[in-house]
């Protein structure tokens, strides 16, 4: 049975900084896409970021590129979500979010693509 359990969220002051972790288990995907998804109230889930465990490829939205920064540590099967410069916008729900390695890179930030989700942590950024 797949887990995501995701942690590191919390409130901070824009410019500030938080970083989020999602620990997997019960998986079998040596290669596989770890996405990170942001739901503010009202508003559709969207991407934010994902990698490619396989090889560490990574893939970011318009909106946090150059802001954000996802990692990997494959002994911890942990994926990481840095969030710098953070703005009063990326106020969400965070998810973490697998899925398999077939499908193609067009729909790394697809919610829609994924099959196992985390139960999600909350970002809060203070103007």
């Known amino acids: 049975q797949v887990q995501l359990v995701e942690s590191g969220g919390g409130s901070v002051q824009a410019g500030g900084s938080l970083r989020l972790s999602c620990a997997a288990s019960?998986?079998?995907?040596?290669?596989?896409?770890m996405g990170w998804f942001r739901q503010a109230p009202g508003a559709e889930r969207e991407g934010v970021g994902a990698i490619y465990t396989g090889g560490g490829s990574t893939y970011y939205a318009g909106s946090v590129k150059g802001r954000f920064t996802i990692s990997q540590d494959n002994a911890k099967n942990t994926v990481y979500l840095q969030m710098n410069s953070l703005k009063p916008e990326d106020t969400a729900m965070y998810y973490c979010?697998?899925?398999?390695?077939?499908?193609?890179?067009?729909?790394?930030?697809?919610?829609?693509?994924?099959?196992?989700w985390g139960q999600g942590t909350q970002v809060t950024v203070s103007s």
């Open positions: 979010a697998l899925r398999g390695p077939n499908g193609g890179t067009w729909s790394v930030l697809s919610p829609g693509s994924y099959n196992y």
């Open positions: 019960g998986y079998t995907y040596r290669r596989a896409y």
